[in-house]
């Protein structure tokens, strides 16, 4: 079955890149079965869509974010990466890397999480 | 776009059925499939419910997922509630861009 594992440091400073990376384990990332997706989750707060990227490489964000956000596939190590830019304190978050359906558009399989803070 | 809104806490007793509502504030809530998400304390989120009203395998069927046109929702249910079922459920949906709407979540208590 699906299985993501998640990777990435859990501390960040102000104004620098966070960076998580997602490694797939029982598909392809490029079957086309799958939306390779971001999800974060501030501390005390609900789930937020970050954004995803298709096999073809295609990408969709969430508008508030997309001028920070690069999600980006290795397909030769069957893994998918997230980078936000410019980071603050309001990005303080839980963030999970989700395998979301591509016929339902609902997420099958979810990453363990990385608790991601950013402070000087 | 628009916005999914669930009741912020609800609680009931072992044993009995519990339902939790997601309102779509505009458009139409049978326009796009609806998903609900249990997560427990410290973990990370699962699927009870997809497309509306399907179960994942290993779900109990004491879980079940409906929408209605009418009240422009959707609900999820769940019978013979137990002590494991205390987590928070969060509804999910997606707009014509393909944007992911998730609702606020709702803290379920079962006391």
């Known amino acids: 079955q699906v299985q993501l594992q998640q990777s990435g440091p859990g501390l960040v400073r102000p104004s620098e890149t966070l960076s998580l990376t997602c490694t797939v384990s029982g598909v392809s990332i490029s079957s086309g079965r799958y939306y390779w997706s971001w999800i974060r989750q501030p501390p005390g707060k609900g789930l937020e869509w970050i954004g995803y990227?298709?096999?073809?490489?295609?990408?969709n964000y969430k508008p508030f974010l997309k001028s920070r956000v690069t999600i980006s596939a290795d397909t030769s190590k069957n893994q998918f990466s997230l980078n936000l830019s410019s980071v603050t304190a309001a990005d303080t978050a839980v963030y999970y890397c989700a395998s979301t359906n591509y016929y339902y558009y609902g997420v099958d399989v979810w990453g363990q999480g990385t608790t991601v803070i950013v402070s000087s | 776009n628009f916005m999914l809104t669930q009741p912020h806490s609800v609680s009931e007793s072992p044993g009995k059925t519990q339902t939790i509502s997601c309102t779509r504030s505009?458009?139409?809530?049978?326009?796009?499939?609806v998903h609900w998400y249990q997560q427990r304390p410290g973990s990370a989120p699962t699927t009870v419910i997809y497309e509306d009203n399907k179960r994942p395998s290993g779900v109990p069927d004491r879980f079940s997922g409906s929408i209605d046109s009418s009240s422009n929702s959707a609900s999820l249910t769940i019978s013979g509630l137990r002590t494991e079922d205390e987590a928070d459920y969060y509804c999910q949906s997606y707009d014509n861009n393909n944007h992911g709407v998730f609702g606020g979540g709702t803290k379920l208590t079962v006391l």
């Open positions: 990227i298709y096999y073809t490489g295609s990408t």
């Open positions: 505009s458009g139409s809530i049978a326009s796009h499939f």
